[in-house]
């Protein structure tokens, strides 16, 4: 009695996968919607420097207009070049982060996935910068004394990536054997 072949499941090299930088890009737009959508709502329930307790003694949400950079580095700088500088730095890192994101999102791996994170949160604070000339931050962390800067969700995306990255760039490549 004869054994059928033996079939192969895996897909054959030469078959094209489907390109998923459409998704990718879908995820970036997500980014800079729920940014929006979320800095609009604190603009309009909270005035500037108010804050609502949410977690007592840990978590608040605020109201804080950053006129710096990431955690209001910057901020007492003079304003017109260190706003024009970021949007400038801002508009260079989303054109990088556009070329990666058309050369790698072809697949959706760890990192299109990090890169589109961080390209949705470059985009949402570069608009606050070019539009209402400052960054909405809101939310507030208080861990035992230390308070952590306040941030938004923007900011929240662009760390999530560069996490992402950095666990990516860390991780043993699957192809790498031990030496015996």
């Known amino acids: 009695m004869s054994t059928p072949p033996a079939t192969n499941t895996s897909q054959p090299a030469n078959i094209p996968t489907r390109d998923r930088r459409p998704f990718l890009f879908l995820l970036a737009a997500v980014v800079i919607l729920l940014d929006r959508v979320t800095k609009d709502a604190i603009v309009h329930r909270i005035r500037p420097g108010y804050t609502i307790p949410v977690i007592p003694g840990v978590f608040r949400l605020s ?56 390209l949705g949160g470059a985009i949402g604070n570069l608009y606050d910068r070019i539009h209402l000339h400052h960054v909405v931050d809101f939310l507030q962390v208080t861990i035992y004394h230390y308070h952590w800067p306040d941030f938004n969700v923007a900011d929240s995306c662009i760390v999530i990536g560069a996490c992402l990255l950095l666990l990516e760039i860390f991780r043993p490549d699957p192809h790498d054997h031990p030496i015996a």
């Open 63 to 118: 109201h804080v207009i950053n006129t710096g950079a990431a955690f209001s580095l910057m901020e007492n700088w003079q304003p017109g070049r260190v706003r024009i500088g970021l949007i400038a730095f801002s508009i260079a890192a989303a054109l990088v982060l556009l070329a990666l994101l058309w050369r790698s999102g072809k697949q959706l791996t760890v990192t299109s996935a990090a890169l589109a994170l961080i």
